[in-house]
């Protein structure tokens, strides 16, 4: 099991554009959450999928969306692009029926930079 | 307001040291309390969580709902103790397991 697979690993996007970053769960797993950690800053929770709904959200705008497969697996999209929107994006899978809450598997994230 | 505060951004000891990185939060509720780890050019890991009340590579953390605090220690650091630790909580919410973060503690230990 190769674990949480992110793609691409790097992406360079112009400001206005949009960009579809795409997340595998770790086999098993259900549930797919995606968090973006900007420079020095620790992960921010954007939302969280499972059974093809976003069951909840962060406070983010609506630029940012998401879907899930069938197959579990997730895109993130983001609409007009900002400087700002430059980050570290992490996909985290976890399987919901887990006992203990909390522990997410992390993929090696997507760097995004907007110029 | 849910948040974590880690006031350390980088902590430095020699190895055989005792470390301890502080960790507080606010929550209402009863939060779960996570450390996570990043190694250098590895992913994002659970280290320890509190419920499980575990010892994970000589670490401990022990809850203190009264100071709303959650510290990560270890009595003698190693050099492969080196790396980045975020303390996370997540609310007892039905169906949810959202992780808030805190802005990471860079533990460096020297030879």
């Known amino acids: 099991d190769a674990g949480v697979t992110q793609s691409p690993t790097h992406l360079i996007k112009t400001r206005g554009q949009q960009v579809t970053l795409r997340c595998s769960p770790k086999?098993?797993?259900?549930?797919v959450s995606w968090y973006q950690q900007a420079l020095g800053q620790g992960p921010q929770f954007i939302f969280q999928?499972?059974?093809?709904?976003?069951?909840q959200r962060g406070n983010f705008p609506d630029r940012f969306s998401g879907h899930q497969f069938p197959n579990y697996s997730s895109e993130l999209n983001v609409n007009a692009l900002l400087l700002g929107d430059s980050a570290l994006y992490l996909c985290?899978?976890?399987?919901?029926?887990?006992?203990?809450?909390?522990?997410?598997?992390f993929g090696p994230g997507t760097r995004l930079t907007v110029t | 307001a849910q948040r974590v505060t880690q006031p350390e951004k980088l902590l430095s000891v020699f190895k055989g040291a005792p470390v301890e990185l502080k960790c507080n939060y606010s929550?209402?509720?009863?939060?779960?309390l996570f450390w996570y780890v990043q190694y250098s050019r590895q992913r994002l890991q659970l280290l320890l969580r509190?419920?499980s009340r575990e010892s994970i590579k000589g670490f401990t953390a022990d809850l203190n709902k009264g100071e709303t605090s959650f510290h990560l220690k270890k009595p003698f650091a190693q050099e492969e103790d080196s790396a980045m630790y975020y303390c996370?909580?997540?609310?007892?919410?039905?169906?949810?397991?959202?992780?808030?973060f805190g802005t990471g503690t860079r533990l460096q230990v020297f030879p």
């Open positions: 985290a899978s976890s399987f919901l029926g887990q006992v203990v809450l909390g522990e997410q598997y």
């Open positions: 509190h419920i």
């Open positions: 996370a909580l997540s609310g007892r919410s039905y169906n949810t397991d959202k992780l808030i």
């Open positions: 929550y209402s509720g009863s939060p779960e």
């Open positions: 086999s098993g797993h259900d549930t």
């Open positions: 999928y499972y059974e093809e709904e976003e069951r």
